[in-house]
């Protein structure tokens, strides 16, 4: 149910959580440009119950959330959602360009491709310490080590960094060292591991399954925000479908979508649809134009010698080629890096 609050004073907020919290269900609160509403979330036979809130004179109205997304959609919340991170804001005009190689191989390896990409005009950088592989016999990631070489580049280069976690065990070292906690498609519904984020402060990019509908994706953003985190960004990044020519096929309509039924932040992994690096900036491009709030790219300066997904890495040259690329629709469509 949504509580539409009449006041905004903060003790009149505290009042309606605590009933909303007798009533046995969570309560939370979302600060709007114009007005203070409460999500009340939880056993929907009860719900009936909540209605009598409407008896309180600061209490405007109350009435039911119609989508099973309850605090993800806009119905409790119209307004886009800017979710920070680091110095840079993602979402509502503020375009994030998040750019980085597929694995950390090296220091020297790390450090090289993070000058390239600041220097090309990325604002985060992105690379993986845990890898999950298909194949057992893959190289798995440098683990702590990798995310050390991380922090250590990001710091030298002024970007945040985004990286991959793998198992609820791993959700406290990788907060230690990352700016967002990168959720993959594989973890989508991973639901014990989208608790444990959703119960940090770190900001979280959940990126969708390849074989998930829309629904599901908003669903499962849903779980780290029930928990109260409500720094979430949703990746798209290729669903499996019967073609064989791309890795996957890039859901672009996907943007528009998401960004009708959710407030959240929406970005485009075009490197992991695609899966060739010729497709990377004309799908780039179509993720600005599609209205996109950011695009998550992998560069390597020798993609023939990359430990993983090489055939599908930006060299440094075609990367800063494609944030010229981007740089007109972006002032087309309003945004700014």
């Not at 004179?57 to 119905?75: D, N, S, T």
């Not at 790219?297 to 690329?325: I, T």
């Amino acid at each position: 149910m949504i509580i539409v609050m009449a006041s905004r004073k903060q003790e009149d907020v505290d009042v309606v959580v605590s009933k909303v919290e007798e009533l046995g269900y969570k309560a939370h609160v979302i600060l709007g440009v114009e007005r203070t509403v409460i999500a009340a979330v939880g056993d929907e036979r009860g719900k009936s119950r909540l209605t009598a809130l409407e008896a309180l004179p600061y209490v405007e109205q109350v009435f039911p959330i119609l989508k099973p997304f309850k605090l993800a959609g806009r119905e409790v919340k119209p307004e886009p959602t800017v979710v920070q991170c680091g110095p840079v804001k993602i979402g509502a005009g503020h375009f994030c360009v998040m750019a980085g190689p597929c694995a950390v191989e090296s220091r020297e390896q790390i450090l090289e491709i993070a000058a390239a990409v600041r220097e090309a005009g990325a604002n985060m950088f992105r690379g993986g310490a845990y890898k999950p592989r298909t194949s057992p016999y893959s190289f798995q990631g440098m683990e702590e080590a990798g995310l050390k070489l991380l922090r250590e580049a990001g710091d030298k280069y002024g970007m945040p960094i985004v990286t991959e976690v793998m198992t609820v065990e791993q959700v406290p070292v990788v907060a230690d060292y990352a700016d967002m906690l990168q959720v993959g498609a594989r973890n989508m519904q991973n639901f014990g591991l989208l608790r444990a984020v959703g119960k940090t402060s770190t900001p979280v990019l959940l990126k969708r399954g390849m074989m998930s509908t829309i629904n599901e994706f908003i669903m499962s953003a849903e779980y780290i925000l029930s928990e109260g985190n409500p720094n979430v960004v949703l990746c798209e990044r290729g669903i499996r479908t019967f073609e064989t020519e791309t890795r996957n096929t890039l859901d672009i309509q996907a943007v528009p979508v998401l960004r009708k039924y959710t407030h959240l932040p929406v970005v485009v992994d075009p490197s992991h649809a695609a899966g060739h690096w010729d497709l990377v900036i004309p799908m780039a491009r179509a993720s600005v134009a599609a209205g996109a709030d950011g695009i998550m790219v992998e560069v390597h300066p020798r993609p023939s010698e990359a430990f993983s997904d090489g055939q599908q890495s930006l060299k440094p040259s075609k990367f800063k080629l494609m944030m010229e690329e981007i740089a007109p629709l972006l002032k087309l469509m309003g945004q700014t890096l």
